[in-house]
T-cell receptor, first 110, second 117 residues
């Protein structure tokens, strides 16, 4: 069964605004990862946050993790049209396997 | 540098026909290899993964099979395709076993869009 669930399923904002996506998961984790997928393409790893970390930054990305609530959020600041994509959270399921959520489809309007 | 090749990019097959999708990885040794399927607008479902030559683990019962004849080659097959086999198939690799280098992430191919008609 799916481990992570993203919210919202779809998000449409104006260029320059911030975009926030949330992910909830069910069981304890070692780490949580976020990936990006452009339409019709493979996924690209964005950032990994470990269970003992609360916040992590990478460029315009900010990821938070709340293990007590079993949730994570991905914030993209100062969005650009090129950020239009689907974003997935993923957690380790068993040994060396990743389970992905359903994704958030982000649309940045110029 | 490491690269992953997945082909074909698009495939249209009739119901009942066989299938063979191939994935190869370059620039790394002993990778973990994965096959995922993605329904339109949905998340990814893990189908198979392999930690070594000839070692295949199936995650869901289905009409498909996988093989790993060489260290960096992963093949997804079916003897007779079903309509429900349609989807976007993604191959991925990792060196997850090497946790000291913090390689706990997947690198994906560009995918194959399979339409079974």
């Amino acid at each position: 069964s799916q481990q992570g669930e993203e919210d919202p399923q779809a998000l449409s904002i104006q260029e320059g605004e911030n975009a926030t996506m949330n992910c909830s998961y069910k069981t304890s984790i070692n780490n949580l990862q976020w990936y990006r997928q452009n339409s019709g393409r493979g996924l690209v790893h964005l950032i990994l946050i470990r269970s003992n970390e609360r916040e992590k930054h990478s460029g315009r990305l900010r990821v938070t993790l709340d293990t007590s609530k079993k949730s994570s959020s991905l914030l993209i600041t100062a969005s650009r049209a090129a950020d239009t994509a689907s974003y997935f959270c993923a957690t380790e399921w068993g040994a060396q396997k990743l389970v992905f959520g359903q994704g958030t489809r982000l649309t940045i309007n110029p | 540098s490491q690269t992953i090749h997945q082909w074909p990019a698009t495939l249209v097959q009739p119901v009942g026909s066989p299938l063979s999708l191939e994935c190869t990885v370059e620039g790394t040794s002993n990778p973990n290899l994965y096959w995922y399927r993605q329904a339109a607008g949905r998340g990814l479902q893990l189908l198979f993964y392999s930690v070594g030559i000839g070692q295949i683990s199936s995650e869901v019962p289905q009409n498909l099979s996988a093989s790993r004849p060489q260290d960096r080659q992963f093949i997804l097959s079916s003897k007779k395709l079903l309509l429900s086999d349609s989807g976007f198939y993604l191959c991925a690799w990792s060196v997850w076993w090497d946790r000291t280098s913090r390689n706990e992430k997947l690198f994906f191919g560009s995918g194959t869009q399979l339409s079974v008609l």
